[in-house]
């Protein structure tokens, strides 16, 4: 699944006209800003732009506008200049951005920094210092090396977006939760309970973590010491815990990289299992029925460690290969908002997906999604939302629509898992949609075939009754299609289904 940014009609259009620059008594310049969708309809402050840049609209009212000078440039709209600047190497940036306030403001933009610094070779080698942000980290620049020049002529909403949704508040939008939305939290379940109650919701279970080890000796600093030159996945790169540690600390970036490796118990040297010696940690007893077992080591990848700055998070995905999953907070505290998926629900508000699921489109930023879309979700029908704090372990269930962001600095454990009540939407996933199917090893070319093959060896009842389900379900597409066509009532003796052209015969249809 692959999630792109959807154009919007600028600030102005997507939130609201209310974009204006206030000057507080005894305080600097903020940017007042009101949003339609606040959840309280008051004005958020927004400190100024560091290079004094404001939104498009701003421009009507202002006396200069620095895009009137800057020669054919002017005939690019602003998002078709940020794309054109995303092929420029270093060197072609300093030097566009030298020769006019304008260009300066856009070669400045970090987020061309960074593309351009995840694909350089120190940042794969992983031999740098982190610098507070990512064109002076590529450069190896000081702060007293930085130059800020005041661009308070500018008027880009492509520039200004960014900054507005990092500092846009994340507490109007994940408190105040209406009762009817909450997720539902319990103190423990067990096997049986969740079996046949609590397979197919999303529930909060504040027990079981406080139990594990790694709850208690757990935290940043423990595991700086402990695991500070060890490497681990954060995106696209692989960094030494020691230098995301100073990046999470020291970014300001709208979408911060999200440490989520699913080789931490191997790299980390623990132990997982109740009944293992000296275990770190162990499933939720809950959790514990998982028929991807049968894989042995054929299984897909199924666990990681999630560690993040606040404001970081996973814009609307499902898991993996229809599996369900729990997510542990071990430090920090994670808001989540979710929706069911089935063939009367749509997705999320704010998310499109082409019809055989594969691709995905939403706003690139959680905060973006916040401010355009969260109010309307909050009124859909099957929404539910809350927030897992430390201790606590949340359910996600087989084919749920969920966002989730770190309210502060988190350390998560999450691990994917098929229940017995979500078999067969497992093996329909594997089956039908191949191309989708995520995580396996390279030399499992079968799939389905492989797991067809395990649970006919150790739980062939359980694979049976999966089989007539998806019969059943086929079999109930197929009569509500024949019923849309009229073919049940053409077999039945009536008029069957006609195009309505002349006298409705149908001889007369070329």
Not at 117 to 126: T, Y
Not at 183 to 210: A, M, Y
Not at 254 to 277: A, C, H, I, Q, T
Request: glycine fraction near 8%; charged fraction near 25%; hydrophobic fraction near 35%.
């Amino acid at each position: 699944m692959k999630s792109t940014l959807i154009p919007t009609g600028g600030i102005a259009s997507e939130y609201s006209t209310h974009l204006s620059t206030a000057m507080p008594s005894g305080g600097a310049e903020v940017e007042s800003y009101t949003s339609r969708t606040d959840l309280e309809e008051s004005s958020i402050a927004i400190p100024q732009h560091p290079y004094g840049v404001r939104p498009t609209g701003n421009k009507y009212t202002a006396t200069s506008n620095a895009k009137d000078f800057v020669g054919t440039f002017q005939l690019f709209p602003d998002e078709i200049i940020a794309i054109f600047l995303e092929y420029l190497d270093s060197a072609d940036l300093r030097n566009l951005g030298s020769s006019c306030k304008f260009l300066y403001a856009f070669c400045r933009s970090d987020d061309v920094w960074k593309a351009l610094f995840i694909e350089s070779k120190q940042s794969q080698g992983g031999s740098f210092i982190w610098r507070r942000s990512w064109r002076s980290t590529l450069l190896g620049l000081s702060n007293t090396h930085t130059s800020q020049i005041q661009c308070d002529n500018v008027f880009s909403d492509v520039l200004y977006r960014p900054f507005l949704c990092t500092h846009t508040p994340l507490l109007p939008y994940t408190s105040n939760i209406p009762a009817k939305n909450s997720i539902t939290r319990l103190g423990n379940l067990t096997p049986e309970e969740f079996s046949e109650s609590w397979s197919d919701k999303p529930f909060i279970l504040t027990e079981p973590v406080r139990e594990w080890p790694v709850f208690r000796s757990w935290d940043t600093e423990s595991l700086m010491e402990r695991y500070g030159d060890v490497k681990f996945r954060a995106e696209a790169v692989d960094w030494s815990l020691d230098t995301y540690s100073h990046y999470m600390w020291n970014s300001s970036d709208e979408s911060p990289l999200y440490l989520f490796d699913r080789s931490f118990v191997e790299k980390m040297n623990l132990k997982v299992g109740k009944n293992e010696k000296d275990a770190s940690y162990w499933i939720p007893e809950c959790f514990g029925e998982d028929l991807f077992a049968v894989l042995g080591d054929k299984r897909p990848d199924d666990k990681w460690l999630i560690i993040g700055p606040a404001r970081s998070g996973s814009t609307y995905h499902k898991d993996p290969n229809a599996t369900s999953a729990w997510n542990a907070v071990l430090r920090g505290s994670k808001y989540w908002i979710m929706f069911p998926s089935n063939s009367s629900s749509p997705p999320p508000p704010g998310v499109y997906v082409s019809e055989d699921q594969s691709e995905v489109t939403s706003p690139l930023s959680i905060a973006e999604w916040l401010l355009g879309f969260h109010a309307e979700a909050r009124k859909t029908p099957g929404c539910v939302e809350g927030v897992c704090g430390e201790g606590e372990v949340l359910h996600v269930p087989s084919g749920w629509w969920h966002l989730v962001v770190n309210l502060d600095a988190s350390i998560a454990i999450t691990q994917n898992f098929v229940p017995k009540a979500h078999l067969s939407n497992v093996l329909s996933f594997l089956r039908d949609k191949p191309n989708q199917v995520s995580g396996f090893k390279k030399e499992v070319l079968d799939p389905y075939g492989v797991f067809v093959e395990g649970m006919e060896r150790y739980y062939p009842d359980l694979l049976n009754q999966a089989f007539e389900d998806l019969k059943k379900q086929a079999e109930g597409r197929k009569r509500k299609w024949d019923i849309a066509v009229g073919k049940e009532e053409e077999a039945n003796g009536g008029g069957g289904f006609s195009f309505g052209f002349a006298d409705d015969s149908d001889e007369e249809v070329p």
